[in-house]
């Protein structure tokens, strides 16, 4: 990230967000001590499970919800207490909010024409927003005359007409059919490197997430459980959650049998390996051992560990296998593109892994 993308644009200092409970007697804290650095130009994203927090964090960003506490910063400028349309932001909604009456081309001149610019300016910033999305030649119609992906693309012209200085999405892409989703989101990515603008990004879905995202921010009951790069969260996760929540994952119990500069000395699957331990353990210690199902090969071989293969589906660009393995079932991924042929339901098949793709965890 370059010296200027490096620059904080969004800070959120411990902020709360308290609702009352069902019963009226106690609160629950939606967002609880949230602090973050949004820098000039990043890709950030909020992921997590439906009630961790994250919409909710999205609409104190935005001002449409007020803190219990805490304070949020633009560009060093606390803009706690301001409404929405004081913040210099722009919201991609989930439902799109089109108005149904109104042309592609007002749509998106609407939020210009309320701000009082001239006509002229008007018409040249949304014909070049229109262009920028694909949609030239549509100003006409109506969003009842689009498609959902060009309706997601009117309100992204909608926000980028704005020229706001950090764009939000509320999981915009969650109304998409899959296979549209996938270009939207290659869309988006294009669009956001084009640009250069910073944006804040809500989703559930993992694989949106790491596609997208320069950092992802993972949520759990209102808190943050880790903040890191696509590839840090994916093969480093802090926890359990974040594990198991970010793609699919192994775990294996594992007994620490020595420490040394921060190496554990363990037994997985019958190998002794020195594996870097990024929390601190101390010998004797019964931990987790986390293997993503890619890591793992099956070979007909003897001398390896024999699984038993419970279930084998053919998805195309990759094998999944479901295996017992010392009673512990397991998700084996192979995606070798050369193997012509499945290992049978029922078989015994030699199980091998990449000792590099070892992670451990606290339990």
Partial sequence: ?????????LKLESIVKAFPDRSGNSVVRAVDDVSLNIHNGEFLTLLGPSG???????????????????????????????????????????????????????????????RGLPSKQIKDKVQAALNMIGLEGLGDRRPNQLSGGQQQRVALARSLVME????????PLSNLDAKMRVQMRSEIHLLQRRLGITSIYVTHDQIEAMALSDRIVVMNKGKIEQIGTPEDVYHYPTTRF??????????????VE?????????????????????FEVSPNAAITAMLRPEAFFLRQDESLPQAHIEQAMYLGNEIEYIVTLNGQRLTI???????????????????DFI???VHLLPE
Wanted: aromatic share 8%.
């Fill in 52 to 114: 961790c927090g994250k919409t909710t964090t999205l609409r104190l960003i935005a001002g449409f919800e007020m803190p219990t506490s805490g304070r949020i910063l633009l560009e060093g400028k606390d803009i706690t207490p301001q409404p929405p349309n004081k913040r210099d932001m722009a919201l991609v909604f989930q439902n799109y909010a089109l108005f149904p009456h109104m042309s592609v081309f007002d749509n998106v001149a609407y939020g210009l024409q309320t």
């Fill in 242 to 255: 974040v594990a198991d929540f970010i793609g699919r994952a192994n775990f294996l119990p594992v007994t």
């Fill in 164 to 171: 706001p200085r950090i764009l939000l999405f509320d999981e």
């Fill in 333 to 351: 991924v192979d995606n070798d593109p050369r193997r012509q042929h499945m290992f049978a339901e029922g078989q015994s098949v030699g199980v």
């Fill in 1 to 9: 990230m370059s010296e200027q993308a490096a620059q904080v644009r």
């Fill in 258 to 278: 020595g420490v040394q500069a921060n190496v554990a000395r363990v037994s997985v699957l019958g190998r002794i390996l020195e594996v870097p331990a990024r």
């Fill in 355 to 357: 000792p590099e793709a």
